[in-house]
């Protein structure tokens, strides 16, 4: 990109969530198989359309959809920018609604409804190639970081502007909702599935 950035939160908060995520699930017991995903190539190269950017999740999703396995994915939940020391999620407008129903539930469970904001806001983001192929997706994104919005995609985009208690605050509604789907899922015909 023309300008640069450090991408403290914008790559590596959903980077470190994915890790930590992927210590905790292999130490539980899960009725369904969780596939942790890195995107790569979210951002535009010239400028942003429905061929320039999310370049990654664009071929994950036609792969899997051409190798028949698209059907096997019951829902995706995709994290983004979670770390903001001033967290304020709101509800996704494209997110299939029975999903963010749920995380949104959860996170009034746990008492963070000051960082979950049930106001809808639209963003593109990694989870509408899935969604476009019929699988239910959240997005999890905090994008409104900084004043004004001043620290997204800037040199200002540094760990100082991050906060532990936010990625736990995801990471418990994270867990609550894959808690939800696993009940979901396994009280189906047929069990279990990604």
Request: proline residues 5%; glycine residues 6%.
């Amino acid at each position: 990109m023309t300008t640069p950035f450090v991408g403290a939160n914008d790559g590596g908060s959903s980077a470190a969530f994915l890790l930590e995520m992927a210590r905790v699930l292999a130490r539980r017991g899960n009725n369904v198989t969780y596939w942790l995903v890195f995107f790569d190539g979210e951002e535009a190269l010239q400028r942003w359309s429905n061929t320039d950017g999310l370049y990654g999740s664009r071929h994950f999703a036609q792969e899997l959809s051409a190798q028949d396995t698209l059907k096997q994915v019951q829902a995706l939940i995709l994290v983004d920018m979670i770390a903001d020391a001033h967290l304020d999620i709101h509800r996704e407008a494209h997110s299939t609604p029975w999903l963010s129903d749920i995380v949104f539930a959860e996170a009034q469970r746990f008492g963070y409804g000051r960082y979950f904001l049930n106001s809808p806001r639209a963003i593109e983001d990694d989870h509408v190639p899935f969604l476009e192929l019929g699988v239910p997706a959240v997005d999890i994104i905090d994008l409104d970081y900084g004043p004004f919005n001043r620290y997204w995609h800037s040199p200002y985009d540094t760990v100082d502007k991050c906060s532990p208690t936010s990625l736990a605050v995801v990471a418990h509604v994270v867990l609550a909702t894959l808690d939800a789907l696993e009940t979901t899922v396994s009280s189906r015909p047929g069990g279990t599935s990604s």
